[in-house]
Every structure is written in structure tokens, then in C-alpha cells.
């Protein structure tokens, strides 16, 4: 099956299910948890195995196009009496034709909470109260570095995963909100996680996700040199010369340059191109395209979360430069001291289909060779764009499309 058709069939699925638990909702049948409806089955399409599976994927869609079109042959047949025998025999075939999908393949178990959606918006204040809650509440089993080997971790009956691989995204943030808060289980039903229950409150539960995927991808910038699976701008309230933009997410549609400056060194020079976003401490009075605004703390604690998204302590921040691409993605990240981009410093090149992520990376062109001026259209600031724009990024939550 091609990955635009994978896609799509995932796409439709997702909708479904979004779709059946809006209209539960509306009939009062999927009353709402942790402020969002709640999914009333013990059961969820299993997206993952869609994507591992090639021959599940093809039956599964097949399945579906029978199904539809016995459908189709039961309603032509309500007014077409003269062939209702025969429509109604052929919708029979259909069903009994279809490939169907082995149940266990199609279906993962559910909680209530499996379809929602964080409604944090992955902002930079709320990841840094999130460390604070995983300081309180995680750090002795998971550790400080999130690898699972936290003091108490030896003394578990099972070791704690190391939560800065791709683990966070591969599941479902309403399944992951739902493990932190009620625990986990092994088959024989001891626990395995105790949940935090009441002890936590569901905001700062999604906040700690937050902070565990932003510390998962400094980490794998660190390690590996890529985000091989996407991450967001961190959120933050800004300030822009031309009065438009309030927040980052205004700035969705446009590419930005995230600078981080500090004091005494030049101001960043512009670039049409992008949108210059200067966080740290840039000189006092410099006159610059964007800032992030806030107090005191709120801009430290943006510049804490740039830090774990770069996988560097705070101390080392300045001069570090990222790019946003159009979607609000961390596509390149640019290291203290370099005078130029090139194609090499795209470190999330996650392409459009789902398998993407886990298929080798392809192998960066060299650099070409640089135009005395940054601004001529074949700098590796252009190179880098146009590659960007021309791999968008597809985030994928527990198989799904986000
Ligand atoms: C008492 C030790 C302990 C504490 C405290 C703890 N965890 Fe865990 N955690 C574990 C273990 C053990 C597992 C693996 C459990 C399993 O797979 O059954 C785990 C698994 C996880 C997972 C992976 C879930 C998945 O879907 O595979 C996440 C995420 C997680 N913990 C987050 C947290 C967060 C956030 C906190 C703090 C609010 C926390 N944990 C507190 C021991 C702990």
C-alpha cells in the first residue's frame, strides 16, 4: 500500500473514531472525563499495527471498500424493487468476500481517556512546571536523565523504560495522561507504576508530558545529532514590531528564526525570509523583529525550555539559533559561533509518511558552495528552506495522525 493511501486510510479512521466519540457525546452516551468526552469502549482501532503491517493495512481497507459497498447495494435496493434479489445478494457476497481483519489486530484495549488531546498547546511555561512536578513526583524511579534508573528504580519489579527514545511517540497522549495518573499493571495484575491518583492535578499531569517530551528531544539531539521525531517550538507569549503577533501560534503560517542572544553581542541581523524571534538577553533598547514577553520567570523559563529542547544546560544557550517551518515544527538548529546555515543543520527531517520516522534518515547533500552574501537565493539559508518546505513534517501520536 503507498504511504499517501496509508495515510489516508489512518486519516479517515481517526476522524471515524473522533467522529463516533463527538457523536456519543452529543447523545449523552460518552459523559466527559478530565474535562474532555470520554471514549466509552474497552476497545480503540489499533493504528499501530496498521502501520507495521502491510497486509492488516490492505484488508482492513479492502474490508471497508466491501463493506461500503454492500451498503451502497442495500440502499439502491429500497427503491429499486425489480433488482432488490439481486442487490441484496451481492451485498451478501461483499460480506462474505471481504478479507476481514483479525480482530486482535485491529483492536488495542482503551481507556477513557485514549482519545484526548493535551490542551496545553506545548507551552514554554508549563514544560518548566512540569520538571518541577517530574522533580517531585517521577524522578526517583525514571531519574533525573528520564533513562529509568532513578534510586528506587532497583528496587521495582520492573525497571522503568528509558522515556527519551521514541516511546512518548508512540502512544497516545490521552494513554499516556491515563498510565501517569492510574498506574500500570503487568498481566498478572500487580503494579507495576503506581498513578499519581488526586495528588497531581490533570493540568500539571499534562504539563509533565510536556516536559518529558522536551527533555526526550534534547536528549535525542543530543545522542543522535536529529530530531528523528518532531517537536514543536515550545509556546510563549511574544512582541512584535508590526503589532500582529501576540503569540507563537500566530505566527503559524510563517518561518521563524529563533535567535537566542546575549548581552554585548551584535543583534542578529534580519532576514526576509524568516521571522527573527530573539529570546535570552539581547542588549536593552535593541530594536528587535520579535520578543518573547513576560516577566522575569516567564522569560527565564522560556529560555529553560529552549535549553531542553536543545539538549543543553541553560548556561550554554546563547548563540544557539533554531528554524520553525510553517507548520511550528523545530526543523534546524543552528550551534554558537556558525556563520551560516547550511542543509546540514536540518536535524528534524521526519518526511510525510508515517513510516518515515523509523526509515533510515537520508543521508544530508553536502552543503553548497556559499555566495559572498548571506541574501542571495542560493545560500545554504535558501537550500535549507526549500528542502524544508519540500518535506513537510506528518506527527504521528500512537500511529495516528495529530
Ligand atoms: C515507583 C516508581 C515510579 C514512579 C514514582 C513513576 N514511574 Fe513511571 N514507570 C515506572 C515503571 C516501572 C514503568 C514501566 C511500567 C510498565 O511497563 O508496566 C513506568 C512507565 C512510565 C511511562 C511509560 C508508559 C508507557 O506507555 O509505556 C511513562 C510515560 C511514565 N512512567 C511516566 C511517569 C511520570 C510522569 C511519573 C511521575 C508523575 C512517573 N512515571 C512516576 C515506575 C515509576
Known amino acids: 500500500m503507498s504511504p499517501e493511501l496509508l495515510n489516508g486510510l489512518l486519516e479517515g479512521l481517526h476522524a471515524a473514531q473522533q467522529g463516533l466519540r463527538a457523536l456519543l457525546h452529543l447523545l449523552g452516551l460518552a459523559p466527559d472525563a478530565h474535562g474532555q468526552p470520554a471514549w466509552p469502549f474497552a476497545h480503540r482501532i489499533a493504528a499501530e499495527m496498521l502501520v507495521v503491517d502491510a497486509g492488516h493495512a490492505r484488508r482492513v481497507l479492502l474490508s471497508l471498500l466491501c463493506v461500503a459497498g454492500a451498503v451502497l447495494a442495500l440502499l439502491l435496493s429500497l427503491p429499486w424493487r425489480r433488482a432488490r434479489v439481486a442487490l441484496g445478494a451481492l451485498a451478501v457476497v461483499l460480506l462474505v468476500i471481504a478479507p476481514w481483519p483479525q480482530a486482535h489486530l485491529l483492536l488495542s484495549p482503551a481507556v477513557p481517556t485514549s482519545l484526548h488531546q493535551s490542551p496545553t498547546r506545548f507551552e514554554a511555561t508549563g514544560i518548566v512546571r512540569g520538571q518541577a512536578v517530574y522533580q517531585q513526583h517521577c ?29 512518548l511517540w508512540k502512544r ?93 553581542t551584535p543583534p542578529a541581523a534580519e532576514d526576509p525570509r524568516l521571522v527573527t524571534l530573539v529570546a535570552g538577553t539581547p542588549d536593552a533598547g535593541s530594536d528587535v523583529e520579535c520578543q518573547p514577553q513576560g516577566s522575569p520567570d516567564t522569560r527565564k523559563a522560556i529560555d529553560e525550555a529552549l535549553a531542553l529542547v536543545l539538549g543543553v544546560p541553560t548556561a550554554e544557550l546563547p548563540g544557539y539559533q533554531l528554524i520553525v517551518d510553517r507548520g511550528g515544527w523545530l526543523r534546524a538548529r543552528g550551534q554558537p559561533g556558525k ?3 547550511s542543509e546540514d543543520d536540518l536535524v528534524c527531517r521526519s518526511g510525510a509518511a508515517p513510516m518515515a520516522a523509523s526509515a533510515p534518515l537520508p543521508i544530508a547533500a553536502p552543503a553548497p558552495a556559499l555566495a559572498a552574501g548571506t541574501d542571495t537565493p542560493t545560500d545554504g539559508l535558501h537550500a535549507l528552506i526549500r528542502r524544508m518546505d519540500a518535506e513537510p513534517v506528518r506527527l504521528v501520536r500512537g500511529g495516528f495522525p495529530h
Open 339 to 341: 556563520a551560516a546555515w
Open 139 to 167: 524522578v526517583r524511579c525514571h531519574g533525573a536523565d528520564g533513562r529509568g534508573e532513578g534510586p528506587d528504580a532497583a528496587q521495582l519489579a520492573q525497571w522503568p523504560p528509558n522515556l527519551n527514545g521514541a516511546l
Open 172 to 264: 497516545l497522549d490521552g494513554e499516556l495522561f491515563w498510565r501517569v495518573r492510574e498506574g500500570m499493571h503487568n498481566r498478572a495484575g500487580a503494579v507495576t507504576m503506581p498513578g499519581v491518583g488526586d495528588a497531581v492535578s490533570d493540568a500539571q499531569i499534562w504539563e509533565v508530558l510536556d516536559y518529558l517530551q522536551a527533555h526526550a528531544a534534547g536528549q535525542m539531539l543530543r545522542e543522535s545529532g536529529t530530531w528523528d521525531r518532531p517537536v514543536r517550538l515550545p509556546a510563549m507569549a511574544v512582541q512584535c514590531r508590526s503589532g500582529r503577533a501576540r503569540q507563537t501560534h500566530d505566527l503559524v503560517g510563517q518561518r521563524v528564526r529563533v535567535v537566542v542572544a546575549s548581552q554585548g
